[in-house]
């Protein structure tokens, strides 16, 4: 059956074409310019544009329509509010959506995370329309993409510092090429696609793991006898079970204007990923929202749970979100296309060095942008990069920057690949390879940060990337502005930023206890765990980039800080409470119970004068076990208990996270081994065998 793509692509969406046949050429006009022109609203044409989308969106089915935002839980919410507006005298029902409704709704700013901006009787904030980002229909519901905003002005939510730094970009870069020559070049914005990645696990499997359900991850389980050594999941071929479940999330997501595109098996058995086409940044992450939303929906619809959380599993890899950003001008030209002569593409070349002393001068707060209690478990496990920021260009790029820095001529040649085979293509190879060891890789044409967790929301993490490279054209352009000769001036400025960062630049393996020594010698920094990132946010030279750059105010990235390490403490405190319910409920009863079974067992054979050596041993064996367990588990509560009592937040995120990783983690291993040492249909809770490889 034909798939006519042209109907099914943005169907929900009230997109371009929307806007087009539905509004006047002033109402069009005016959202136009203020997504492509930065300009600000006109409250004169709400009233029109309102009634256009509610009539549209009453088409699509819609009956109630909703502010939808993302807070700082790290999710997107909003209050569902119906079309309906009262009955007329005759009963009848008014349908009613003005310009005010969709513009600003109000919420109770005090029930989200605030960091102290608001007090529970401080309770008012505004979600504001973002008319930058289209709004779309799930369901019989509108969506209205918006910031949330305090009662006082600050941000209390992701969108709110991405447009401001979206904007701030803009205008530093336009400075810039402006500067140089180009005075055709109207904007610059930044770009994004993400890859997705997640697990499935069959719902009646999962609904028997309480650490799944209430933690996202598994607290406890040993390793099957297989794994993911084989490598025969990776690109594998797909369950039909899975396949229909991927088909049903792309219709939506196509649907939605989504542009979803690849996907996969991943490493890990049960681990799978999808990854979208490039669109503009802000609507990008709208996008990733979008994407995390259907599959998991889509994923009970199937009778299956689609898990999130950065390390579900211990000993297979866990799931991250790549983050490939680009920037691209108002004619379309991507500012990170090398060209075939990248050594004389000088808008290629300043917008290179941007990033490179961008990202070495704020390498810890791009390292924080990428920080979850998950992503702690991957980062530097060799699986996913380091923990220490560092980029790669590879040896094509940086023999580029080294010939400007010093005066000497660029000699590698590109090469050509033949495999022998007459019938097979001679292709040409790219100019450099692909290091998957690196966080922050050229991989052509874009940037791809590789560190994300797979739970993150993409607003924050764009948000300093957006910052980084606006404050590098900044003081660039003040350069350039002020030269004879803008040109030379740019050159003299990438081959400067060029030695003075270099120590940025890694193209080797970066899973090696070398090169964290080496790293430690270039200075540059190691935070190997959220508690070491959080503190980033508050350091002097950093809240003075973060306001510089728009992204943060003062108040704005304190009450960033509070929240961090409020939301940490949350999310550990709920894992050792999950960890002690498992073993007092499920895991010591089940143990005690098959001790009592073995006693009894040998008792009677004793008394028939039948004795088992063997049965003897395991007994007395899986009794020391148990009595191990126990009192690993009274350890972890006590010490789980006295960091819960200490006052200081910092403090107490400190003594949690070494609660989890030597007691609980010592707790692990030993309920583990006891999961080895009973038979199956003892053990009270889903194996690994079951979560992994009963799709």
């Given at each position: 059956m034909?798939v006519?793509?042209?109907?099914?692509?943005?169907?929900?969406?009230f997109?371009?074409?929307?806007?087009?046949?539905r509004?006047?050429n002033?109402?069009?006009?005016?959202l136009?310019k203020?997504?492509?022109?930065?300009?600000?609203w006109?409250?004169?044409?709400?009233?029109e544009?309102?009634?256009?989308?509610?009539?549209?969106a009453l088409?699509q089915?819609?009956?109630?329509?909703v502010?939808w935002f993302s807070?700082?839980?790290?999710?997107?919410?909003?209050?569902?509010?119906?079309f309906?507006?009262g009955?007329?005298?005759?009963?009848?029902p008014i349908?009613?959506?003005s310009g005010?409704m969709?513009s600003?709704?109000?919420?109770?700013?005090?029930?989200?995370?605030s960091g102290g901006?608001?007090?529970?009787?401080e309770?008012?904030?505004?979600t504001?329309?973002?008319a930058?980002?289209p709004c779309?229909?799930i369901?019989?519901?509108l969506?209205?993409p918006t910031?949330?905003?305090?009662?006082?002005?600050?941000?209390?939510?992701?969108?709110?510092?991405?447009?401001?730094?979206?904007?701030?970009?803009?205008?530093q870069?336009?400075?810039?090429?402006?500067?140089l020559?180009y005075?055709?070049m109207?904007?610059?914005?930044?770009?994004?696609?993400?890859?997705?990645e997640y697990?499935?696990?069959?719902?009646?499997?999962?609904?028997?793991?309480?650490?799944?359900?209430?933690?996202?991850?598994?607290i406890?389980?040993?390793?099957?006898?297989?794994?993911q050594?084989?490598?025969?999941?990776y690109?594998g071929?797909?369950?039909?079970?899975v396949?229909?479940?991927?088909r049903?999330v792309?219709?939506q997501?196509?649907?939605?204007?989504?542009?979803?595109k690849?996907?996969?098996n991943e490493v890990?058995?049960g681990?799978?990923?999808?990854a979208?086409v490039y669109?503009?940044?802000?609507?990008?992450?709208?996008?990733?929202?979008?994407v995390?939303?259907?599959l998991?929906?889509?994923?009970?619809?199937?009778g299956?749970?689609?898990?999130?959380?950065?390390?579900?599993?211990?000993?297979?890899?866990?799931s991250?979100?790549?983050?490939?950003?680009?920037l691209?001008?108002?004619e379309?030209?991507?500012?990170?296309?090398?060209?075939k002569?990248?050594?004389?593409?000088i808008?290629?070349l300043?917008?290179l060095?941007a990033f490179?002393?961008?990202?070495?001068?704020?390498?810890?707060l791009l390292r924080?942008?990428?920080?979850?209690a998950?992503n702690?478990?991957?980062?530097?496990?060799h699986?996913?990069?380091?923990?220490?920021v560092?980029?790669y260009?590879?040896s094509?790029?940086?023999?580029?920057l080294e010939?400007?820095?010093?005066?000497s001529?660029?000699?590698?040649?590109?090469?050509?690949l033949?495999?022998?085979?007459?019938?097979?293509?001679?292709?040409?190879?790219?100019?450099?390879?692909?290091?998957r060891?690196?966080?922050?890789?050229?991989t052509?044409?874009?940037?791809e940060f590789?560190?994300?967790?797979?739970?993150q929301?993409?607003?924050?993490?764009?948000t300093?990337?957006?910052a980084?490279?606006?404050?590098?054209?900044?003081?660039?352009?003040?350069?350039?502005?002020a030269?004879?000769?803008p040109?030379?001036?740019?050159?003299?400025?990438?081959?400067?930023?060029?030695m003075?960062h270099?120590?940025?630049?890694f193209n080797g393996?970066g899973?090696t206890q070398?090169?964290v020594?080496?790293?430690?010698r270039?200075?540059?920094?190691n935070?190997d765990?959220?508690?070491?990132?959080?503190?980033?946010?508050?350091?002097?030279?950093?809240?003075?980039?973060?306001?510089?750059?728009?992204a943060?105010t003062?108040v704005?990235?304190?009450?960033r800080y509070e929240?961090l390490?409020?939301r940490y403490?949350?999310k550990?405190?709920?894992?050792?409470?999950?960890?002690k319910?498992?073993?007092e409920?499920?895991i010591?009863p089940?143990?005690?119970?098959?001790?009592?079974?073995l006693?009894?067992g040998?008792?009677?054979?004793?008394k028939?004068?039948?004795?088992?050596?063997i049965a003897?041993k395991n007994q007395?064996?899986?009794?020391a076990?148990t009595?191990?367990?126990s009192?690993?588990?009274?350890?972890m509560?006590?010490?789980h208990?006295?960091?819960?009592?200490?006052?200081?937040?910092?403090?107490?995120?400190?003594?949690?996270?070494?609660?989890?990783?030597?007691?609980?983690?010592?707790?692990r291993s030993?309920?583990?081994?006891l999961?080895?040492?009973?038979?199956?249909?003892?053990w009270?809770?889903p194996?690994?065998s079951?979560?992994l490889?009963?799709?």
């Open positions: 034909k006519d793509f042209d109907s099914m692509f943005g169907a929900k969406v997109n371009e074409k929307m806007m087009k046949e509004l006047s002033n109402a069009y006009e005016s136009r203020v997504r492509d022109e930065a300009m600000i006109d409250p004169s044409v709400a009233d544009v309102a009634e256009a989308i509610k009539t549209w088409e089915g819609a009956t109630h329509f502010h807070p700082l839980t790290g999710t997107n919410s909003g209050r569902h509010d119906s309906l507006d009955v007329d005298k005759e009963g009848r349908i009613n959506f005010k969709l600003k709704g109000e919420s109770d700013a005090s029930s989200f995370p901006l608001r007090s529970t009787f309770a008012r904030g505004y504001i329309w973002d930058t980002s779309f229909v369901g019989t519901t969506y209205i910031v949330l905003a305090a009662f006082t002005g600050e941000s209390l939510d992701q969108k709110a510092p991405l447009l401001r730094t979206t904007q701030a970009l803009n205008k870069a336009l400075r810039v090429f402006h500067a020559g005075s055709e109207k904007s610059v914005k930044p770009t994004m696609g993400a890859e997705q697990f499935l696990v069959d719902k009646e499997v999962f609904d028997k793991r309480l650490d799944l359900k209430l933690a996202g991850r598994t406890f389980g040993a390793m099957p006898a297989k794994g050594e084989l490598g025969d999941h690109y071929s797909t369950l039909e079970r396949r229909e479940f991927m049903d792309d219709v997501l196509w649907q939605l204007g989504v542009p979803s690849t996907e996969h890990a058995p681990q799978f990923e999808v979208c669109s503009l940044a802000n609507i990008a992450c709208d996008h990733n929202h979008i995390m939303d259907v998991r929906k889509t994923a009970l619809r199937h299956l749970v689609c898990l999130l959380h950065e390390k579900p599993f211990t000993g297979i890899n866990g991250g979100k790549h983050n490939n950003y680009s691209v001008t108002s379309g030209e991507n500012l990170l296309n090398p060209g002569e990248p050594e004389k593409n808008k290629f300043i917008t060095a490179i002393k961008g990202v070495d001068e704020h390498a810890d924080l942008a990428a920080t979850t998950g702690d478990f991957r980062l530097g496990a699986e996913a990069p380091p923990a220490i560092s980029m260009l590879g094509r790029l940086q023999n580029v010939s400007i820095a010093t005066g001529e660029v000699t590698e040649e590109s090469k050509e033949l495999l022998g085979a007459k019938s097979l293509p001679l292709l040409k190879i790219d100019e450099n390879d692909r290091n060891t690196s966080p922050f890789a050229f052509g044409y874009k940037f590789r560190m994300v967790g797979s739970s929301p993409l607003g924050f993490v764009n300093i990337i957006n980084l490279v606006a404050i590098s054209f900044r003081e660039f352009a003040r350069e350039l502005e030269a004879e000769d040109m030379a001036k740019a050159y003299e400025i990438v081959g400067r930023e060029y003075a270099k120590r940025i630049l393996n899973y070398e090169w020594e080496e790293a430690r270039r200075g540059l920094p935070l765990c959220t508690v070491k990132a959080i503190p980033a946010l508050i350091k002097p030279e950093n809240i003075e980039f973060l306001k510089r750059s728009k943060l003062e704005e990235a304190r009450s929240i390490f409020t403490i949350q550990i405190n709920i894992e050792l409470n999950v960890a319910q498992m073993v409920q499920q010591l089940a143990a005690i119970s098959y001790c009592t079974e006693a009894k040998n008792y009677y054979c004793e028939a004068g039948v004795v088992s050596g003897v007395r064996e899986l009794a076990l009595d191990e367990v009192d690993l588990c009274e350890d509560k006590a010490a208990a006295e960091a819960m009592a200490i006052e200081k937040m910092e403090d107490c995120a400190n003594a949690l996270y070494l609660v989890a990783k030597d007691k609980l983690a010592a707790l030993k309920v583990d081994l999961e080895t040492k009973m038979p199956k249909e003892k009270p809770v194996t690994y079951d979560l490889f009963d799709l």
